[in-house]
């Protein structure tokens, strides 16, 4: 029997991040129990504790959690961890920095981006920028850990009934070598990139900061959220929390826009499970042609205004 | 000495597309250009300015891998590394026993800083400077987009999901980098001369007390699935139009 253990991803409230890890925890089949970790956390734990088939939620709640580190988790998450056959992060910044380091403390390796399972010791994730897909398997080491590439997995749902919420038995936090000074969080009230169902990309073509808002008023005619490329990201065009690609958000939306995007292998690989990819280039022979549902030769500045009251026309009549 | 241990891995060229074996056993990497990892080079370029500000004396480059690593190792010491370490192993090593084998370096070089790369473009791990740290029970601040000493504490602004966060931890510690950090410099040819005289040391495993243990089984490799090529649309309202006949807006 399986017993899986889901590290638990949130702010204020769940996110999907958790919500999704869990999906794949569903897959590798067994006991799963999902540790949340901060300071004040009941909230977030009785919300954790609706999500479908799981079988406690366990809690470290504790001032040293206020911003979670990873040096300052992964000890006490070792101790918790040894107890079982899996141990779960989310392919996010915050899953990719504490896994390795949890799994060192266990003396277990760690296995990146798991996008399917095939049986609960073997996985397929990705490779070279996702050019090639490698199925690994983990064999009698105990705990297989694991990071979960969001865009391969749907949400749980929550649902009526709770699972019970316990406080872990975890030694006292006791790391003081890292400290938390400051989160400069650039999002607005405007979907988060990882979740939304439709984004829409701007790429070194914008040109500037200023021009880049042709992104986003694109992005408020269909209710998206929006992204970049690397390019646009290192000019200041717009913020690094937006970055698409390999080393940026994998993303998996039902309609991706680019915009102004050349189609860099390393920026493919960010959008390679969009439902539907719309490109827009003045460059005929642009490689994101090569991966594009629908394309459009043409200068954006002049297509996108045009597409922006075409989309206001459409929802007046 | 305030040195600092700058960790680098020989890739294949960030701007090949590689291609599976036929016989899906693995990647075909004969023939192909190699480079030093891009994320390394910027690791090094900080390590580098650290140095050029005078908050270190040494920057060490350090790289496992075959015997072919000396030419990126020389790359990197034309860079302006003042010396290198290869630890050769003909097999290539997970990222727990690379953090093995780079904590047996730290230990004999008493770094005060580490930077590696936050991931190295062919397996796109991004682990072995978490795992490192923990192995040495040392700080870790991965993603770095901004790096100061000062003092025995180094401020590091991580590039996070949520936006910037920055952290301080006590020296010595442990620094992977991101993309943004600095613009590597270019190695200009009275460099690379110079370089073929500093010095590149060569160790290798079992002399570290090292003996690579491989734990996870690569079963396949496969191409993934290519995308339905798509259709050209004319003009604006074709676009619309097609989009609003998907449901897609
Ligand atoms: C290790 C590594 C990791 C990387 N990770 C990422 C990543 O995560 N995400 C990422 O995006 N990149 C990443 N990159 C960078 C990537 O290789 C490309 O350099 C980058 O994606 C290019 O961005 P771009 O398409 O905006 O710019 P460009 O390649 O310069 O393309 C601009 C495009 O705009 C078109 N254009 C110009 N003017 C107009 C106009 N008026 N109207 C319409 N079209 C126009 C041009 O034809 C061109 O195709 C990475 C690179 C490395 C080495
Ligand atoms: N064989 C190696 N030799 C030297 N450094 C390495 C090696 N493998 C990984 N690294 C370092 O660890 C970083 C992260 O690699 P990885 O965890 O494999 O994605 C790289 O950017 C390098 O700085």
Known sequence: MNRILLIAEHGARLSSATARTLRCAQDIGGEIDIVVCGVGVATVAAATSRLAGITRVLTIDSNFHAHPLAAVLAPQLAALASGYTHVLAPSTTFGKDLLPRLAALLDVPAISDVMAVESPTRFRRPIYA??????????????????????????????????????????????????????????????????????????????SAEKFALVQQLADALGAAVGASRAAVDAGYAPNDLQVGQTGKIIAPELYIALGISGAIQHLTGIKDARAIVAINKDAD????????????????????????????KSAG | MKRILVAVKRVVDFNIRIRVRPDNTGVITEGLKQSLNPFDEIALEEALRLREKGVADEVVVASIGPPEVQSQLRT?????????????????????????????????????????????????????????????????????????????????????????????????????????????????????????????????????????????????YATPAPRQKGVMVKDVSELLTVLTAKGLV
């Open chain 1, 130 to 207: 996702g050019n090639a897909i490698l199925t690994v398997e983990a064999g009698e080491l105990r705990p297989v850990a694991a990071t979960v590439r969001l865009a391969s997995f749907t949400a749980v749902t929550e649902q009526a009934a709770a699972a019970p919420v316990e406080s872990a038995q975890v030694p006292e936090p006791a790391v003081t070598h890292t400290r938390f000074i400051a989160l400069a969080a650039q999002g607005g009230d405007r979907p988060e990139l990882q979740s939304a169902r439709r984004v829409v990309s701007g790429g070194r073509a914008l040109g």
């Open chain 1, 286 to 313: 642009a490689p994101i042609f090569e991966v594009a549902d629908y394309g459009l030769v043409a200068d954006l500045f002049e297509a996108v205004p045009a597409l922006v009251a075409g989309l206001k026309n």
């Open chain 2, 76 to 220: 990197a010491l034309a860079m302006g590394a003042d010396r290198a370490l290869l630890v050769t192993s003909t097999v290539p090593l997970e990222p727990l026993d690379a953090a093995k084998t780079l904590l047996k370096l730290v230990e004999r070089e008493q770094p005060l800083l580490v930077l590696l790369g936050k991931q190295a473009i062919d397996d796109d791990n991004n682990q072995t400077g978490q795992m490192l740290a923990a192995l040495w029970d040392r700080p870790q601040a991965t993603f770095a987009s901004k790096l100061e000493l000062a003092g025995n504490t180094a401020r590091v602004t991580r590039e996070v999901d949520a936006g910037l966060e920055t952290i301080e931890v006590d020296l010595p510690a442990v620094v992977t980098t991101d993309l943004r950090l600095n613009e590597p410099r270019f190695v200009k040819l009275p460099e690379i001369i110079k370089a073929k005289k500093k010095l590149l040391e060569q160790l290798d495993l079992a002399t570290l007390g090292i003996t690579p243990r491989p734990r996870l089984t690569a079963v396949h």
